[in-house]
């Protein structure tokens, strides 16, 4: 049997910009990536706290401190909303159990890593 387990997560983002007229995706820094073990083009699921709207898409590689929406997704949020970023492997049964996920990834004022 398989599991959709979440992977990692990523808390604390603030969107920085947004852009509709593009074909759609989330920008996140390449230092949050990375940590969060989430590739360039990987579905990821995006929480908006403020209004409590999720979406599906995908990501890209960002700037610096920045978090950007673009497409249909930038529908919906504003620049300043707090966002979470969760993304999901599917698992064998027994892997799934041993596995010590999700990675967390706590990000800080002005979108950066907090060790």
Do not use: Q
Not at 69 to 74: N, S
Request: aromatic fraction near 6%.
């Amino acid at each position: 049997m398989y599991r959709w387990m979440c992977k990692s997560k990523v808390v604390g983002l603030t969107l920085t910009h947004k852009k509709i007229d593009y074909e759609g995706s989330i920008a996140l820094p390449s230092e949050v990536l990375e940590k969060a073990k989430i590739l360039p083009g990987e579905m990821v699921l995006v929480v908006n706290l403020a209004n409590g709207k999720r979406f599906y898409t995908y990501t890209i590689k960002g700037e610096k401190g920045r978090c950007g929406l673009f497409g249909g997704a930038a529908r919906t949020a504003e620049v300043g909303d707090k966002l979470l970023v969760l993304s999901f492997s599917l698992m064998e049964e027994k892997e799934s159990l041993s596995s010590p996920l999700p990675i967390v990834v706590k990000i800080g004022p002005g979108n950066k890593l907090v060790e």
